[in-house]
């Protein structure tokens, strides 16, 4: 049995009133997708993702580069909300979002991944228990990734000429040599 509030299904609540999705102050009701709209939305998050991942192998090293790829991930997530509101409703005076300005000036980025993180469980309910990027990601790009991660990390200090370091625990030569 379908369970209903007020004569309506949850089915019929959602596509009349959207899903709700609060960001900064305020609550917005993203219209759900048809099944074509889910399948286009899904080629828009992959060709964001192929986009910020392609910026991966050019990324300056250190902490400007791993701050410079957070940045990407942030606008690739507003990329995949607004994407997943103009499929919802092509008609643009209809949208559930404000202008992008607004909403970098009043959500949170948690907001943001939390309201995305919503949609593609609404919309690709098999994947409530998966990893929303291990989906989509084949396994051998997520290894390039996190090798290029890897590779922006600083490198540690090199070791003082006395042995110590504070970034680099002593060899065994060098612990042997400093209880002599």
């Known amino acids: 049995m379908i369970e209903t509030r007020n004569g309506r299904s949850e089915t019929e609540i959602l596509s009349r009133s959207g899903i709700p999705v609060a960001m900064g ?17 899904e080629g828009k998050i992959r060709d964001v993702l192929t986009g910020m991942f392609a910026g991966l192998a050019n990324a300056t090293g250190g902490i400007d580069g ?7 991930s942030v606008d690739a997530s507003l990329d995949a909300l607004y994407a997943y509101d103009e499929i919802g409703q092509p008609d643009l005076a209809k949208r ?8 970098r000036g009043t959500a949170s980025r948690d907001d943001v991944d939390e309201a995305v993180r919503k949609l593609v ?26 090798r290029q ?3 922006l990390l600083p490198s540690p200090s090199e ?4 042995g110590s370091s504070m970034n680099t625990p ?11």
């Open 121 to 146: 469980k609404h919309e690709f309910p098999l994947l409530k228990g998966m990893d929303f990027i291990g989906t989509w990601v084949p396994s051998e790009v997520r290894e390039i990734i996190t």
């Open 170 to 180: 002593p060899t065994r030569t060098q612990r042997r040599s400093a209880r002599r």
């Open 25 to 41: 102050d305020a609550t917005y009701w993203m219209r759900p997708l048809t099944m074509d709209g889910a399948d286009e939305w």
């Open 159 to 162: 070791p003082s000429t006395n």
């Open 66 to 72: 791993i701050l410079g790829l957070y940045r990407q």
């Open 96 to 103: 559930a979002l404000p202008a992008r300005s607004i909403l």
């Open 149 to 151: 991660l890897i590779r």
